[in-house]
């Protein structure tokens, strides 16, 4: 069996599972076209976290947004005891999730991934549940703010299901809490090609590091981005272009190197009404893109 690099890895089941979710799978019906010169550009449902589902869908729809990373928070129950939420997880249909991705297909948004968030506290049946959750709902690619103790029993459920796993940072520089760099070589060093990065560029910078370098040397690990701005070294989410991400230069480097890399729009920072804000934010996307 010939043996594949990261990188030649990346870009191999990038292209595959681009490919089925961003093109093949909702030829027949009306697509949302968000692909910006080449860019695909989406939203973490996240940002309409103040909206239930079918809200946010139709949000997303208004805005002509048609990739979407779904946050976890629009489907399980919120403010729930914590043996309840892990009985929802592994006692909830598949059915129920395969309902929700016909929702987006209808809307003609594409799920490029489902954010679920392992962490210490999960069970290997809830681990296990969470793929079966995605490719119910057919999504490429899982994304989890996860422990970085956690990677190693995440990677072999990824390589069971065939999944990549893109491991999200935050600001906050903790332990075992994904922020630097070296939070993400630790979880992937020993693990299947399988353990990767969602990077969000807002909170790298509000570390203290620079998004752009580091995408550049590891973009065959990176399975999606979050978009937002923030100053640097600064916990402090910014409206786009008042702060010191390099949103611009990110959007222009996944366009001059052709990588379908969802760059997924997360609306955090204090703004007006949530449905403005982020067709403001995608308004920025595209003249960075024009």
């Known amino acids: 069996m010939a043996q594949w690099s990261r990188r030649e890895f990346g870009g191999l089941a990038a292209g595959a599972a681009l490919g089925s979710t961003l093109g093949t799978k909702l030829d027949a019906g009306p697509k949302i076209n968000s692909v910006i010169n080449g860019v695909v550009v989406g939203a973490q449902s996240y940002s309409f976290r103040d909206m239930p589902l079918d809200a946010m869908i139709q949000a997303m729809t208004k805005v002509g947004l048609g990739v979407c990373e779904l946050w976890q928070g629009h489907l399980e129950p919120r403010r729930v005891p914590r043996e309840e939420l892990r009985k929802w997880r592994l006692t909830t249909p598949l059915s129920f999730f395969r309902d929700v991705g016909k929702k987006f297909q209808t809307a003609g948004i594409d799920l490029c991934a489902y954010n679920y968030s392992f962490r210490d506290d999960f069970t290997d049946e809830e681990i296990d549940r969470g793929f079966q959750m995605a490719r119910a ?5 899982m994304t989890a703010s996860s422990n970085v103790s956690t990677a190693v029993r995440v990677d072999p459920f990824a390589e069971k299901y065939k999944m990549r796993v893109g491991m999200h940072n ?3 520089i903790r332990p075992n809490e994904f922020a630097t760099p070296e939070n993400f070589a630790a979880a992937m060093q020993g693990r299947s090609r399988y353990v990767a990065i969602n990077l969000d560029i807002g909170h790298f910078t509000g ?3 620079d998004a752009l370098p580091y995408l550049r040397e590891h973009s065959s690990d990176v399975v999606t981005l979050h978009i937002k701005d923030s100053k640097k ?7 786009f272009g008042e702060g010191d991400a390099p949103i611009m230069p990110v959007l222009q480097f996944l366009r001059q190197e052709r990588l379908r890399i969802p760059a ?3 609306y ?7 449905i403005t804000e982020v067709q403001r934010c995608f308004d920025y996307c595209k003249r960075a893109l024009a």
């Open 137 to 141: 709902l057919g999504a490429p690619y």
């Open 233 to 239: 070294g600064e916990d402090v989410m910014m409206p």
């Open 170 to 172: 935050h600001a906050s």
């Open 268 to 274: 955090e920072y204090k703004g007006a009404d949530t």
């Open 207 to 209: 570390a203290g590091f």
């Open 264 to 266: 997924n729009i997360e």
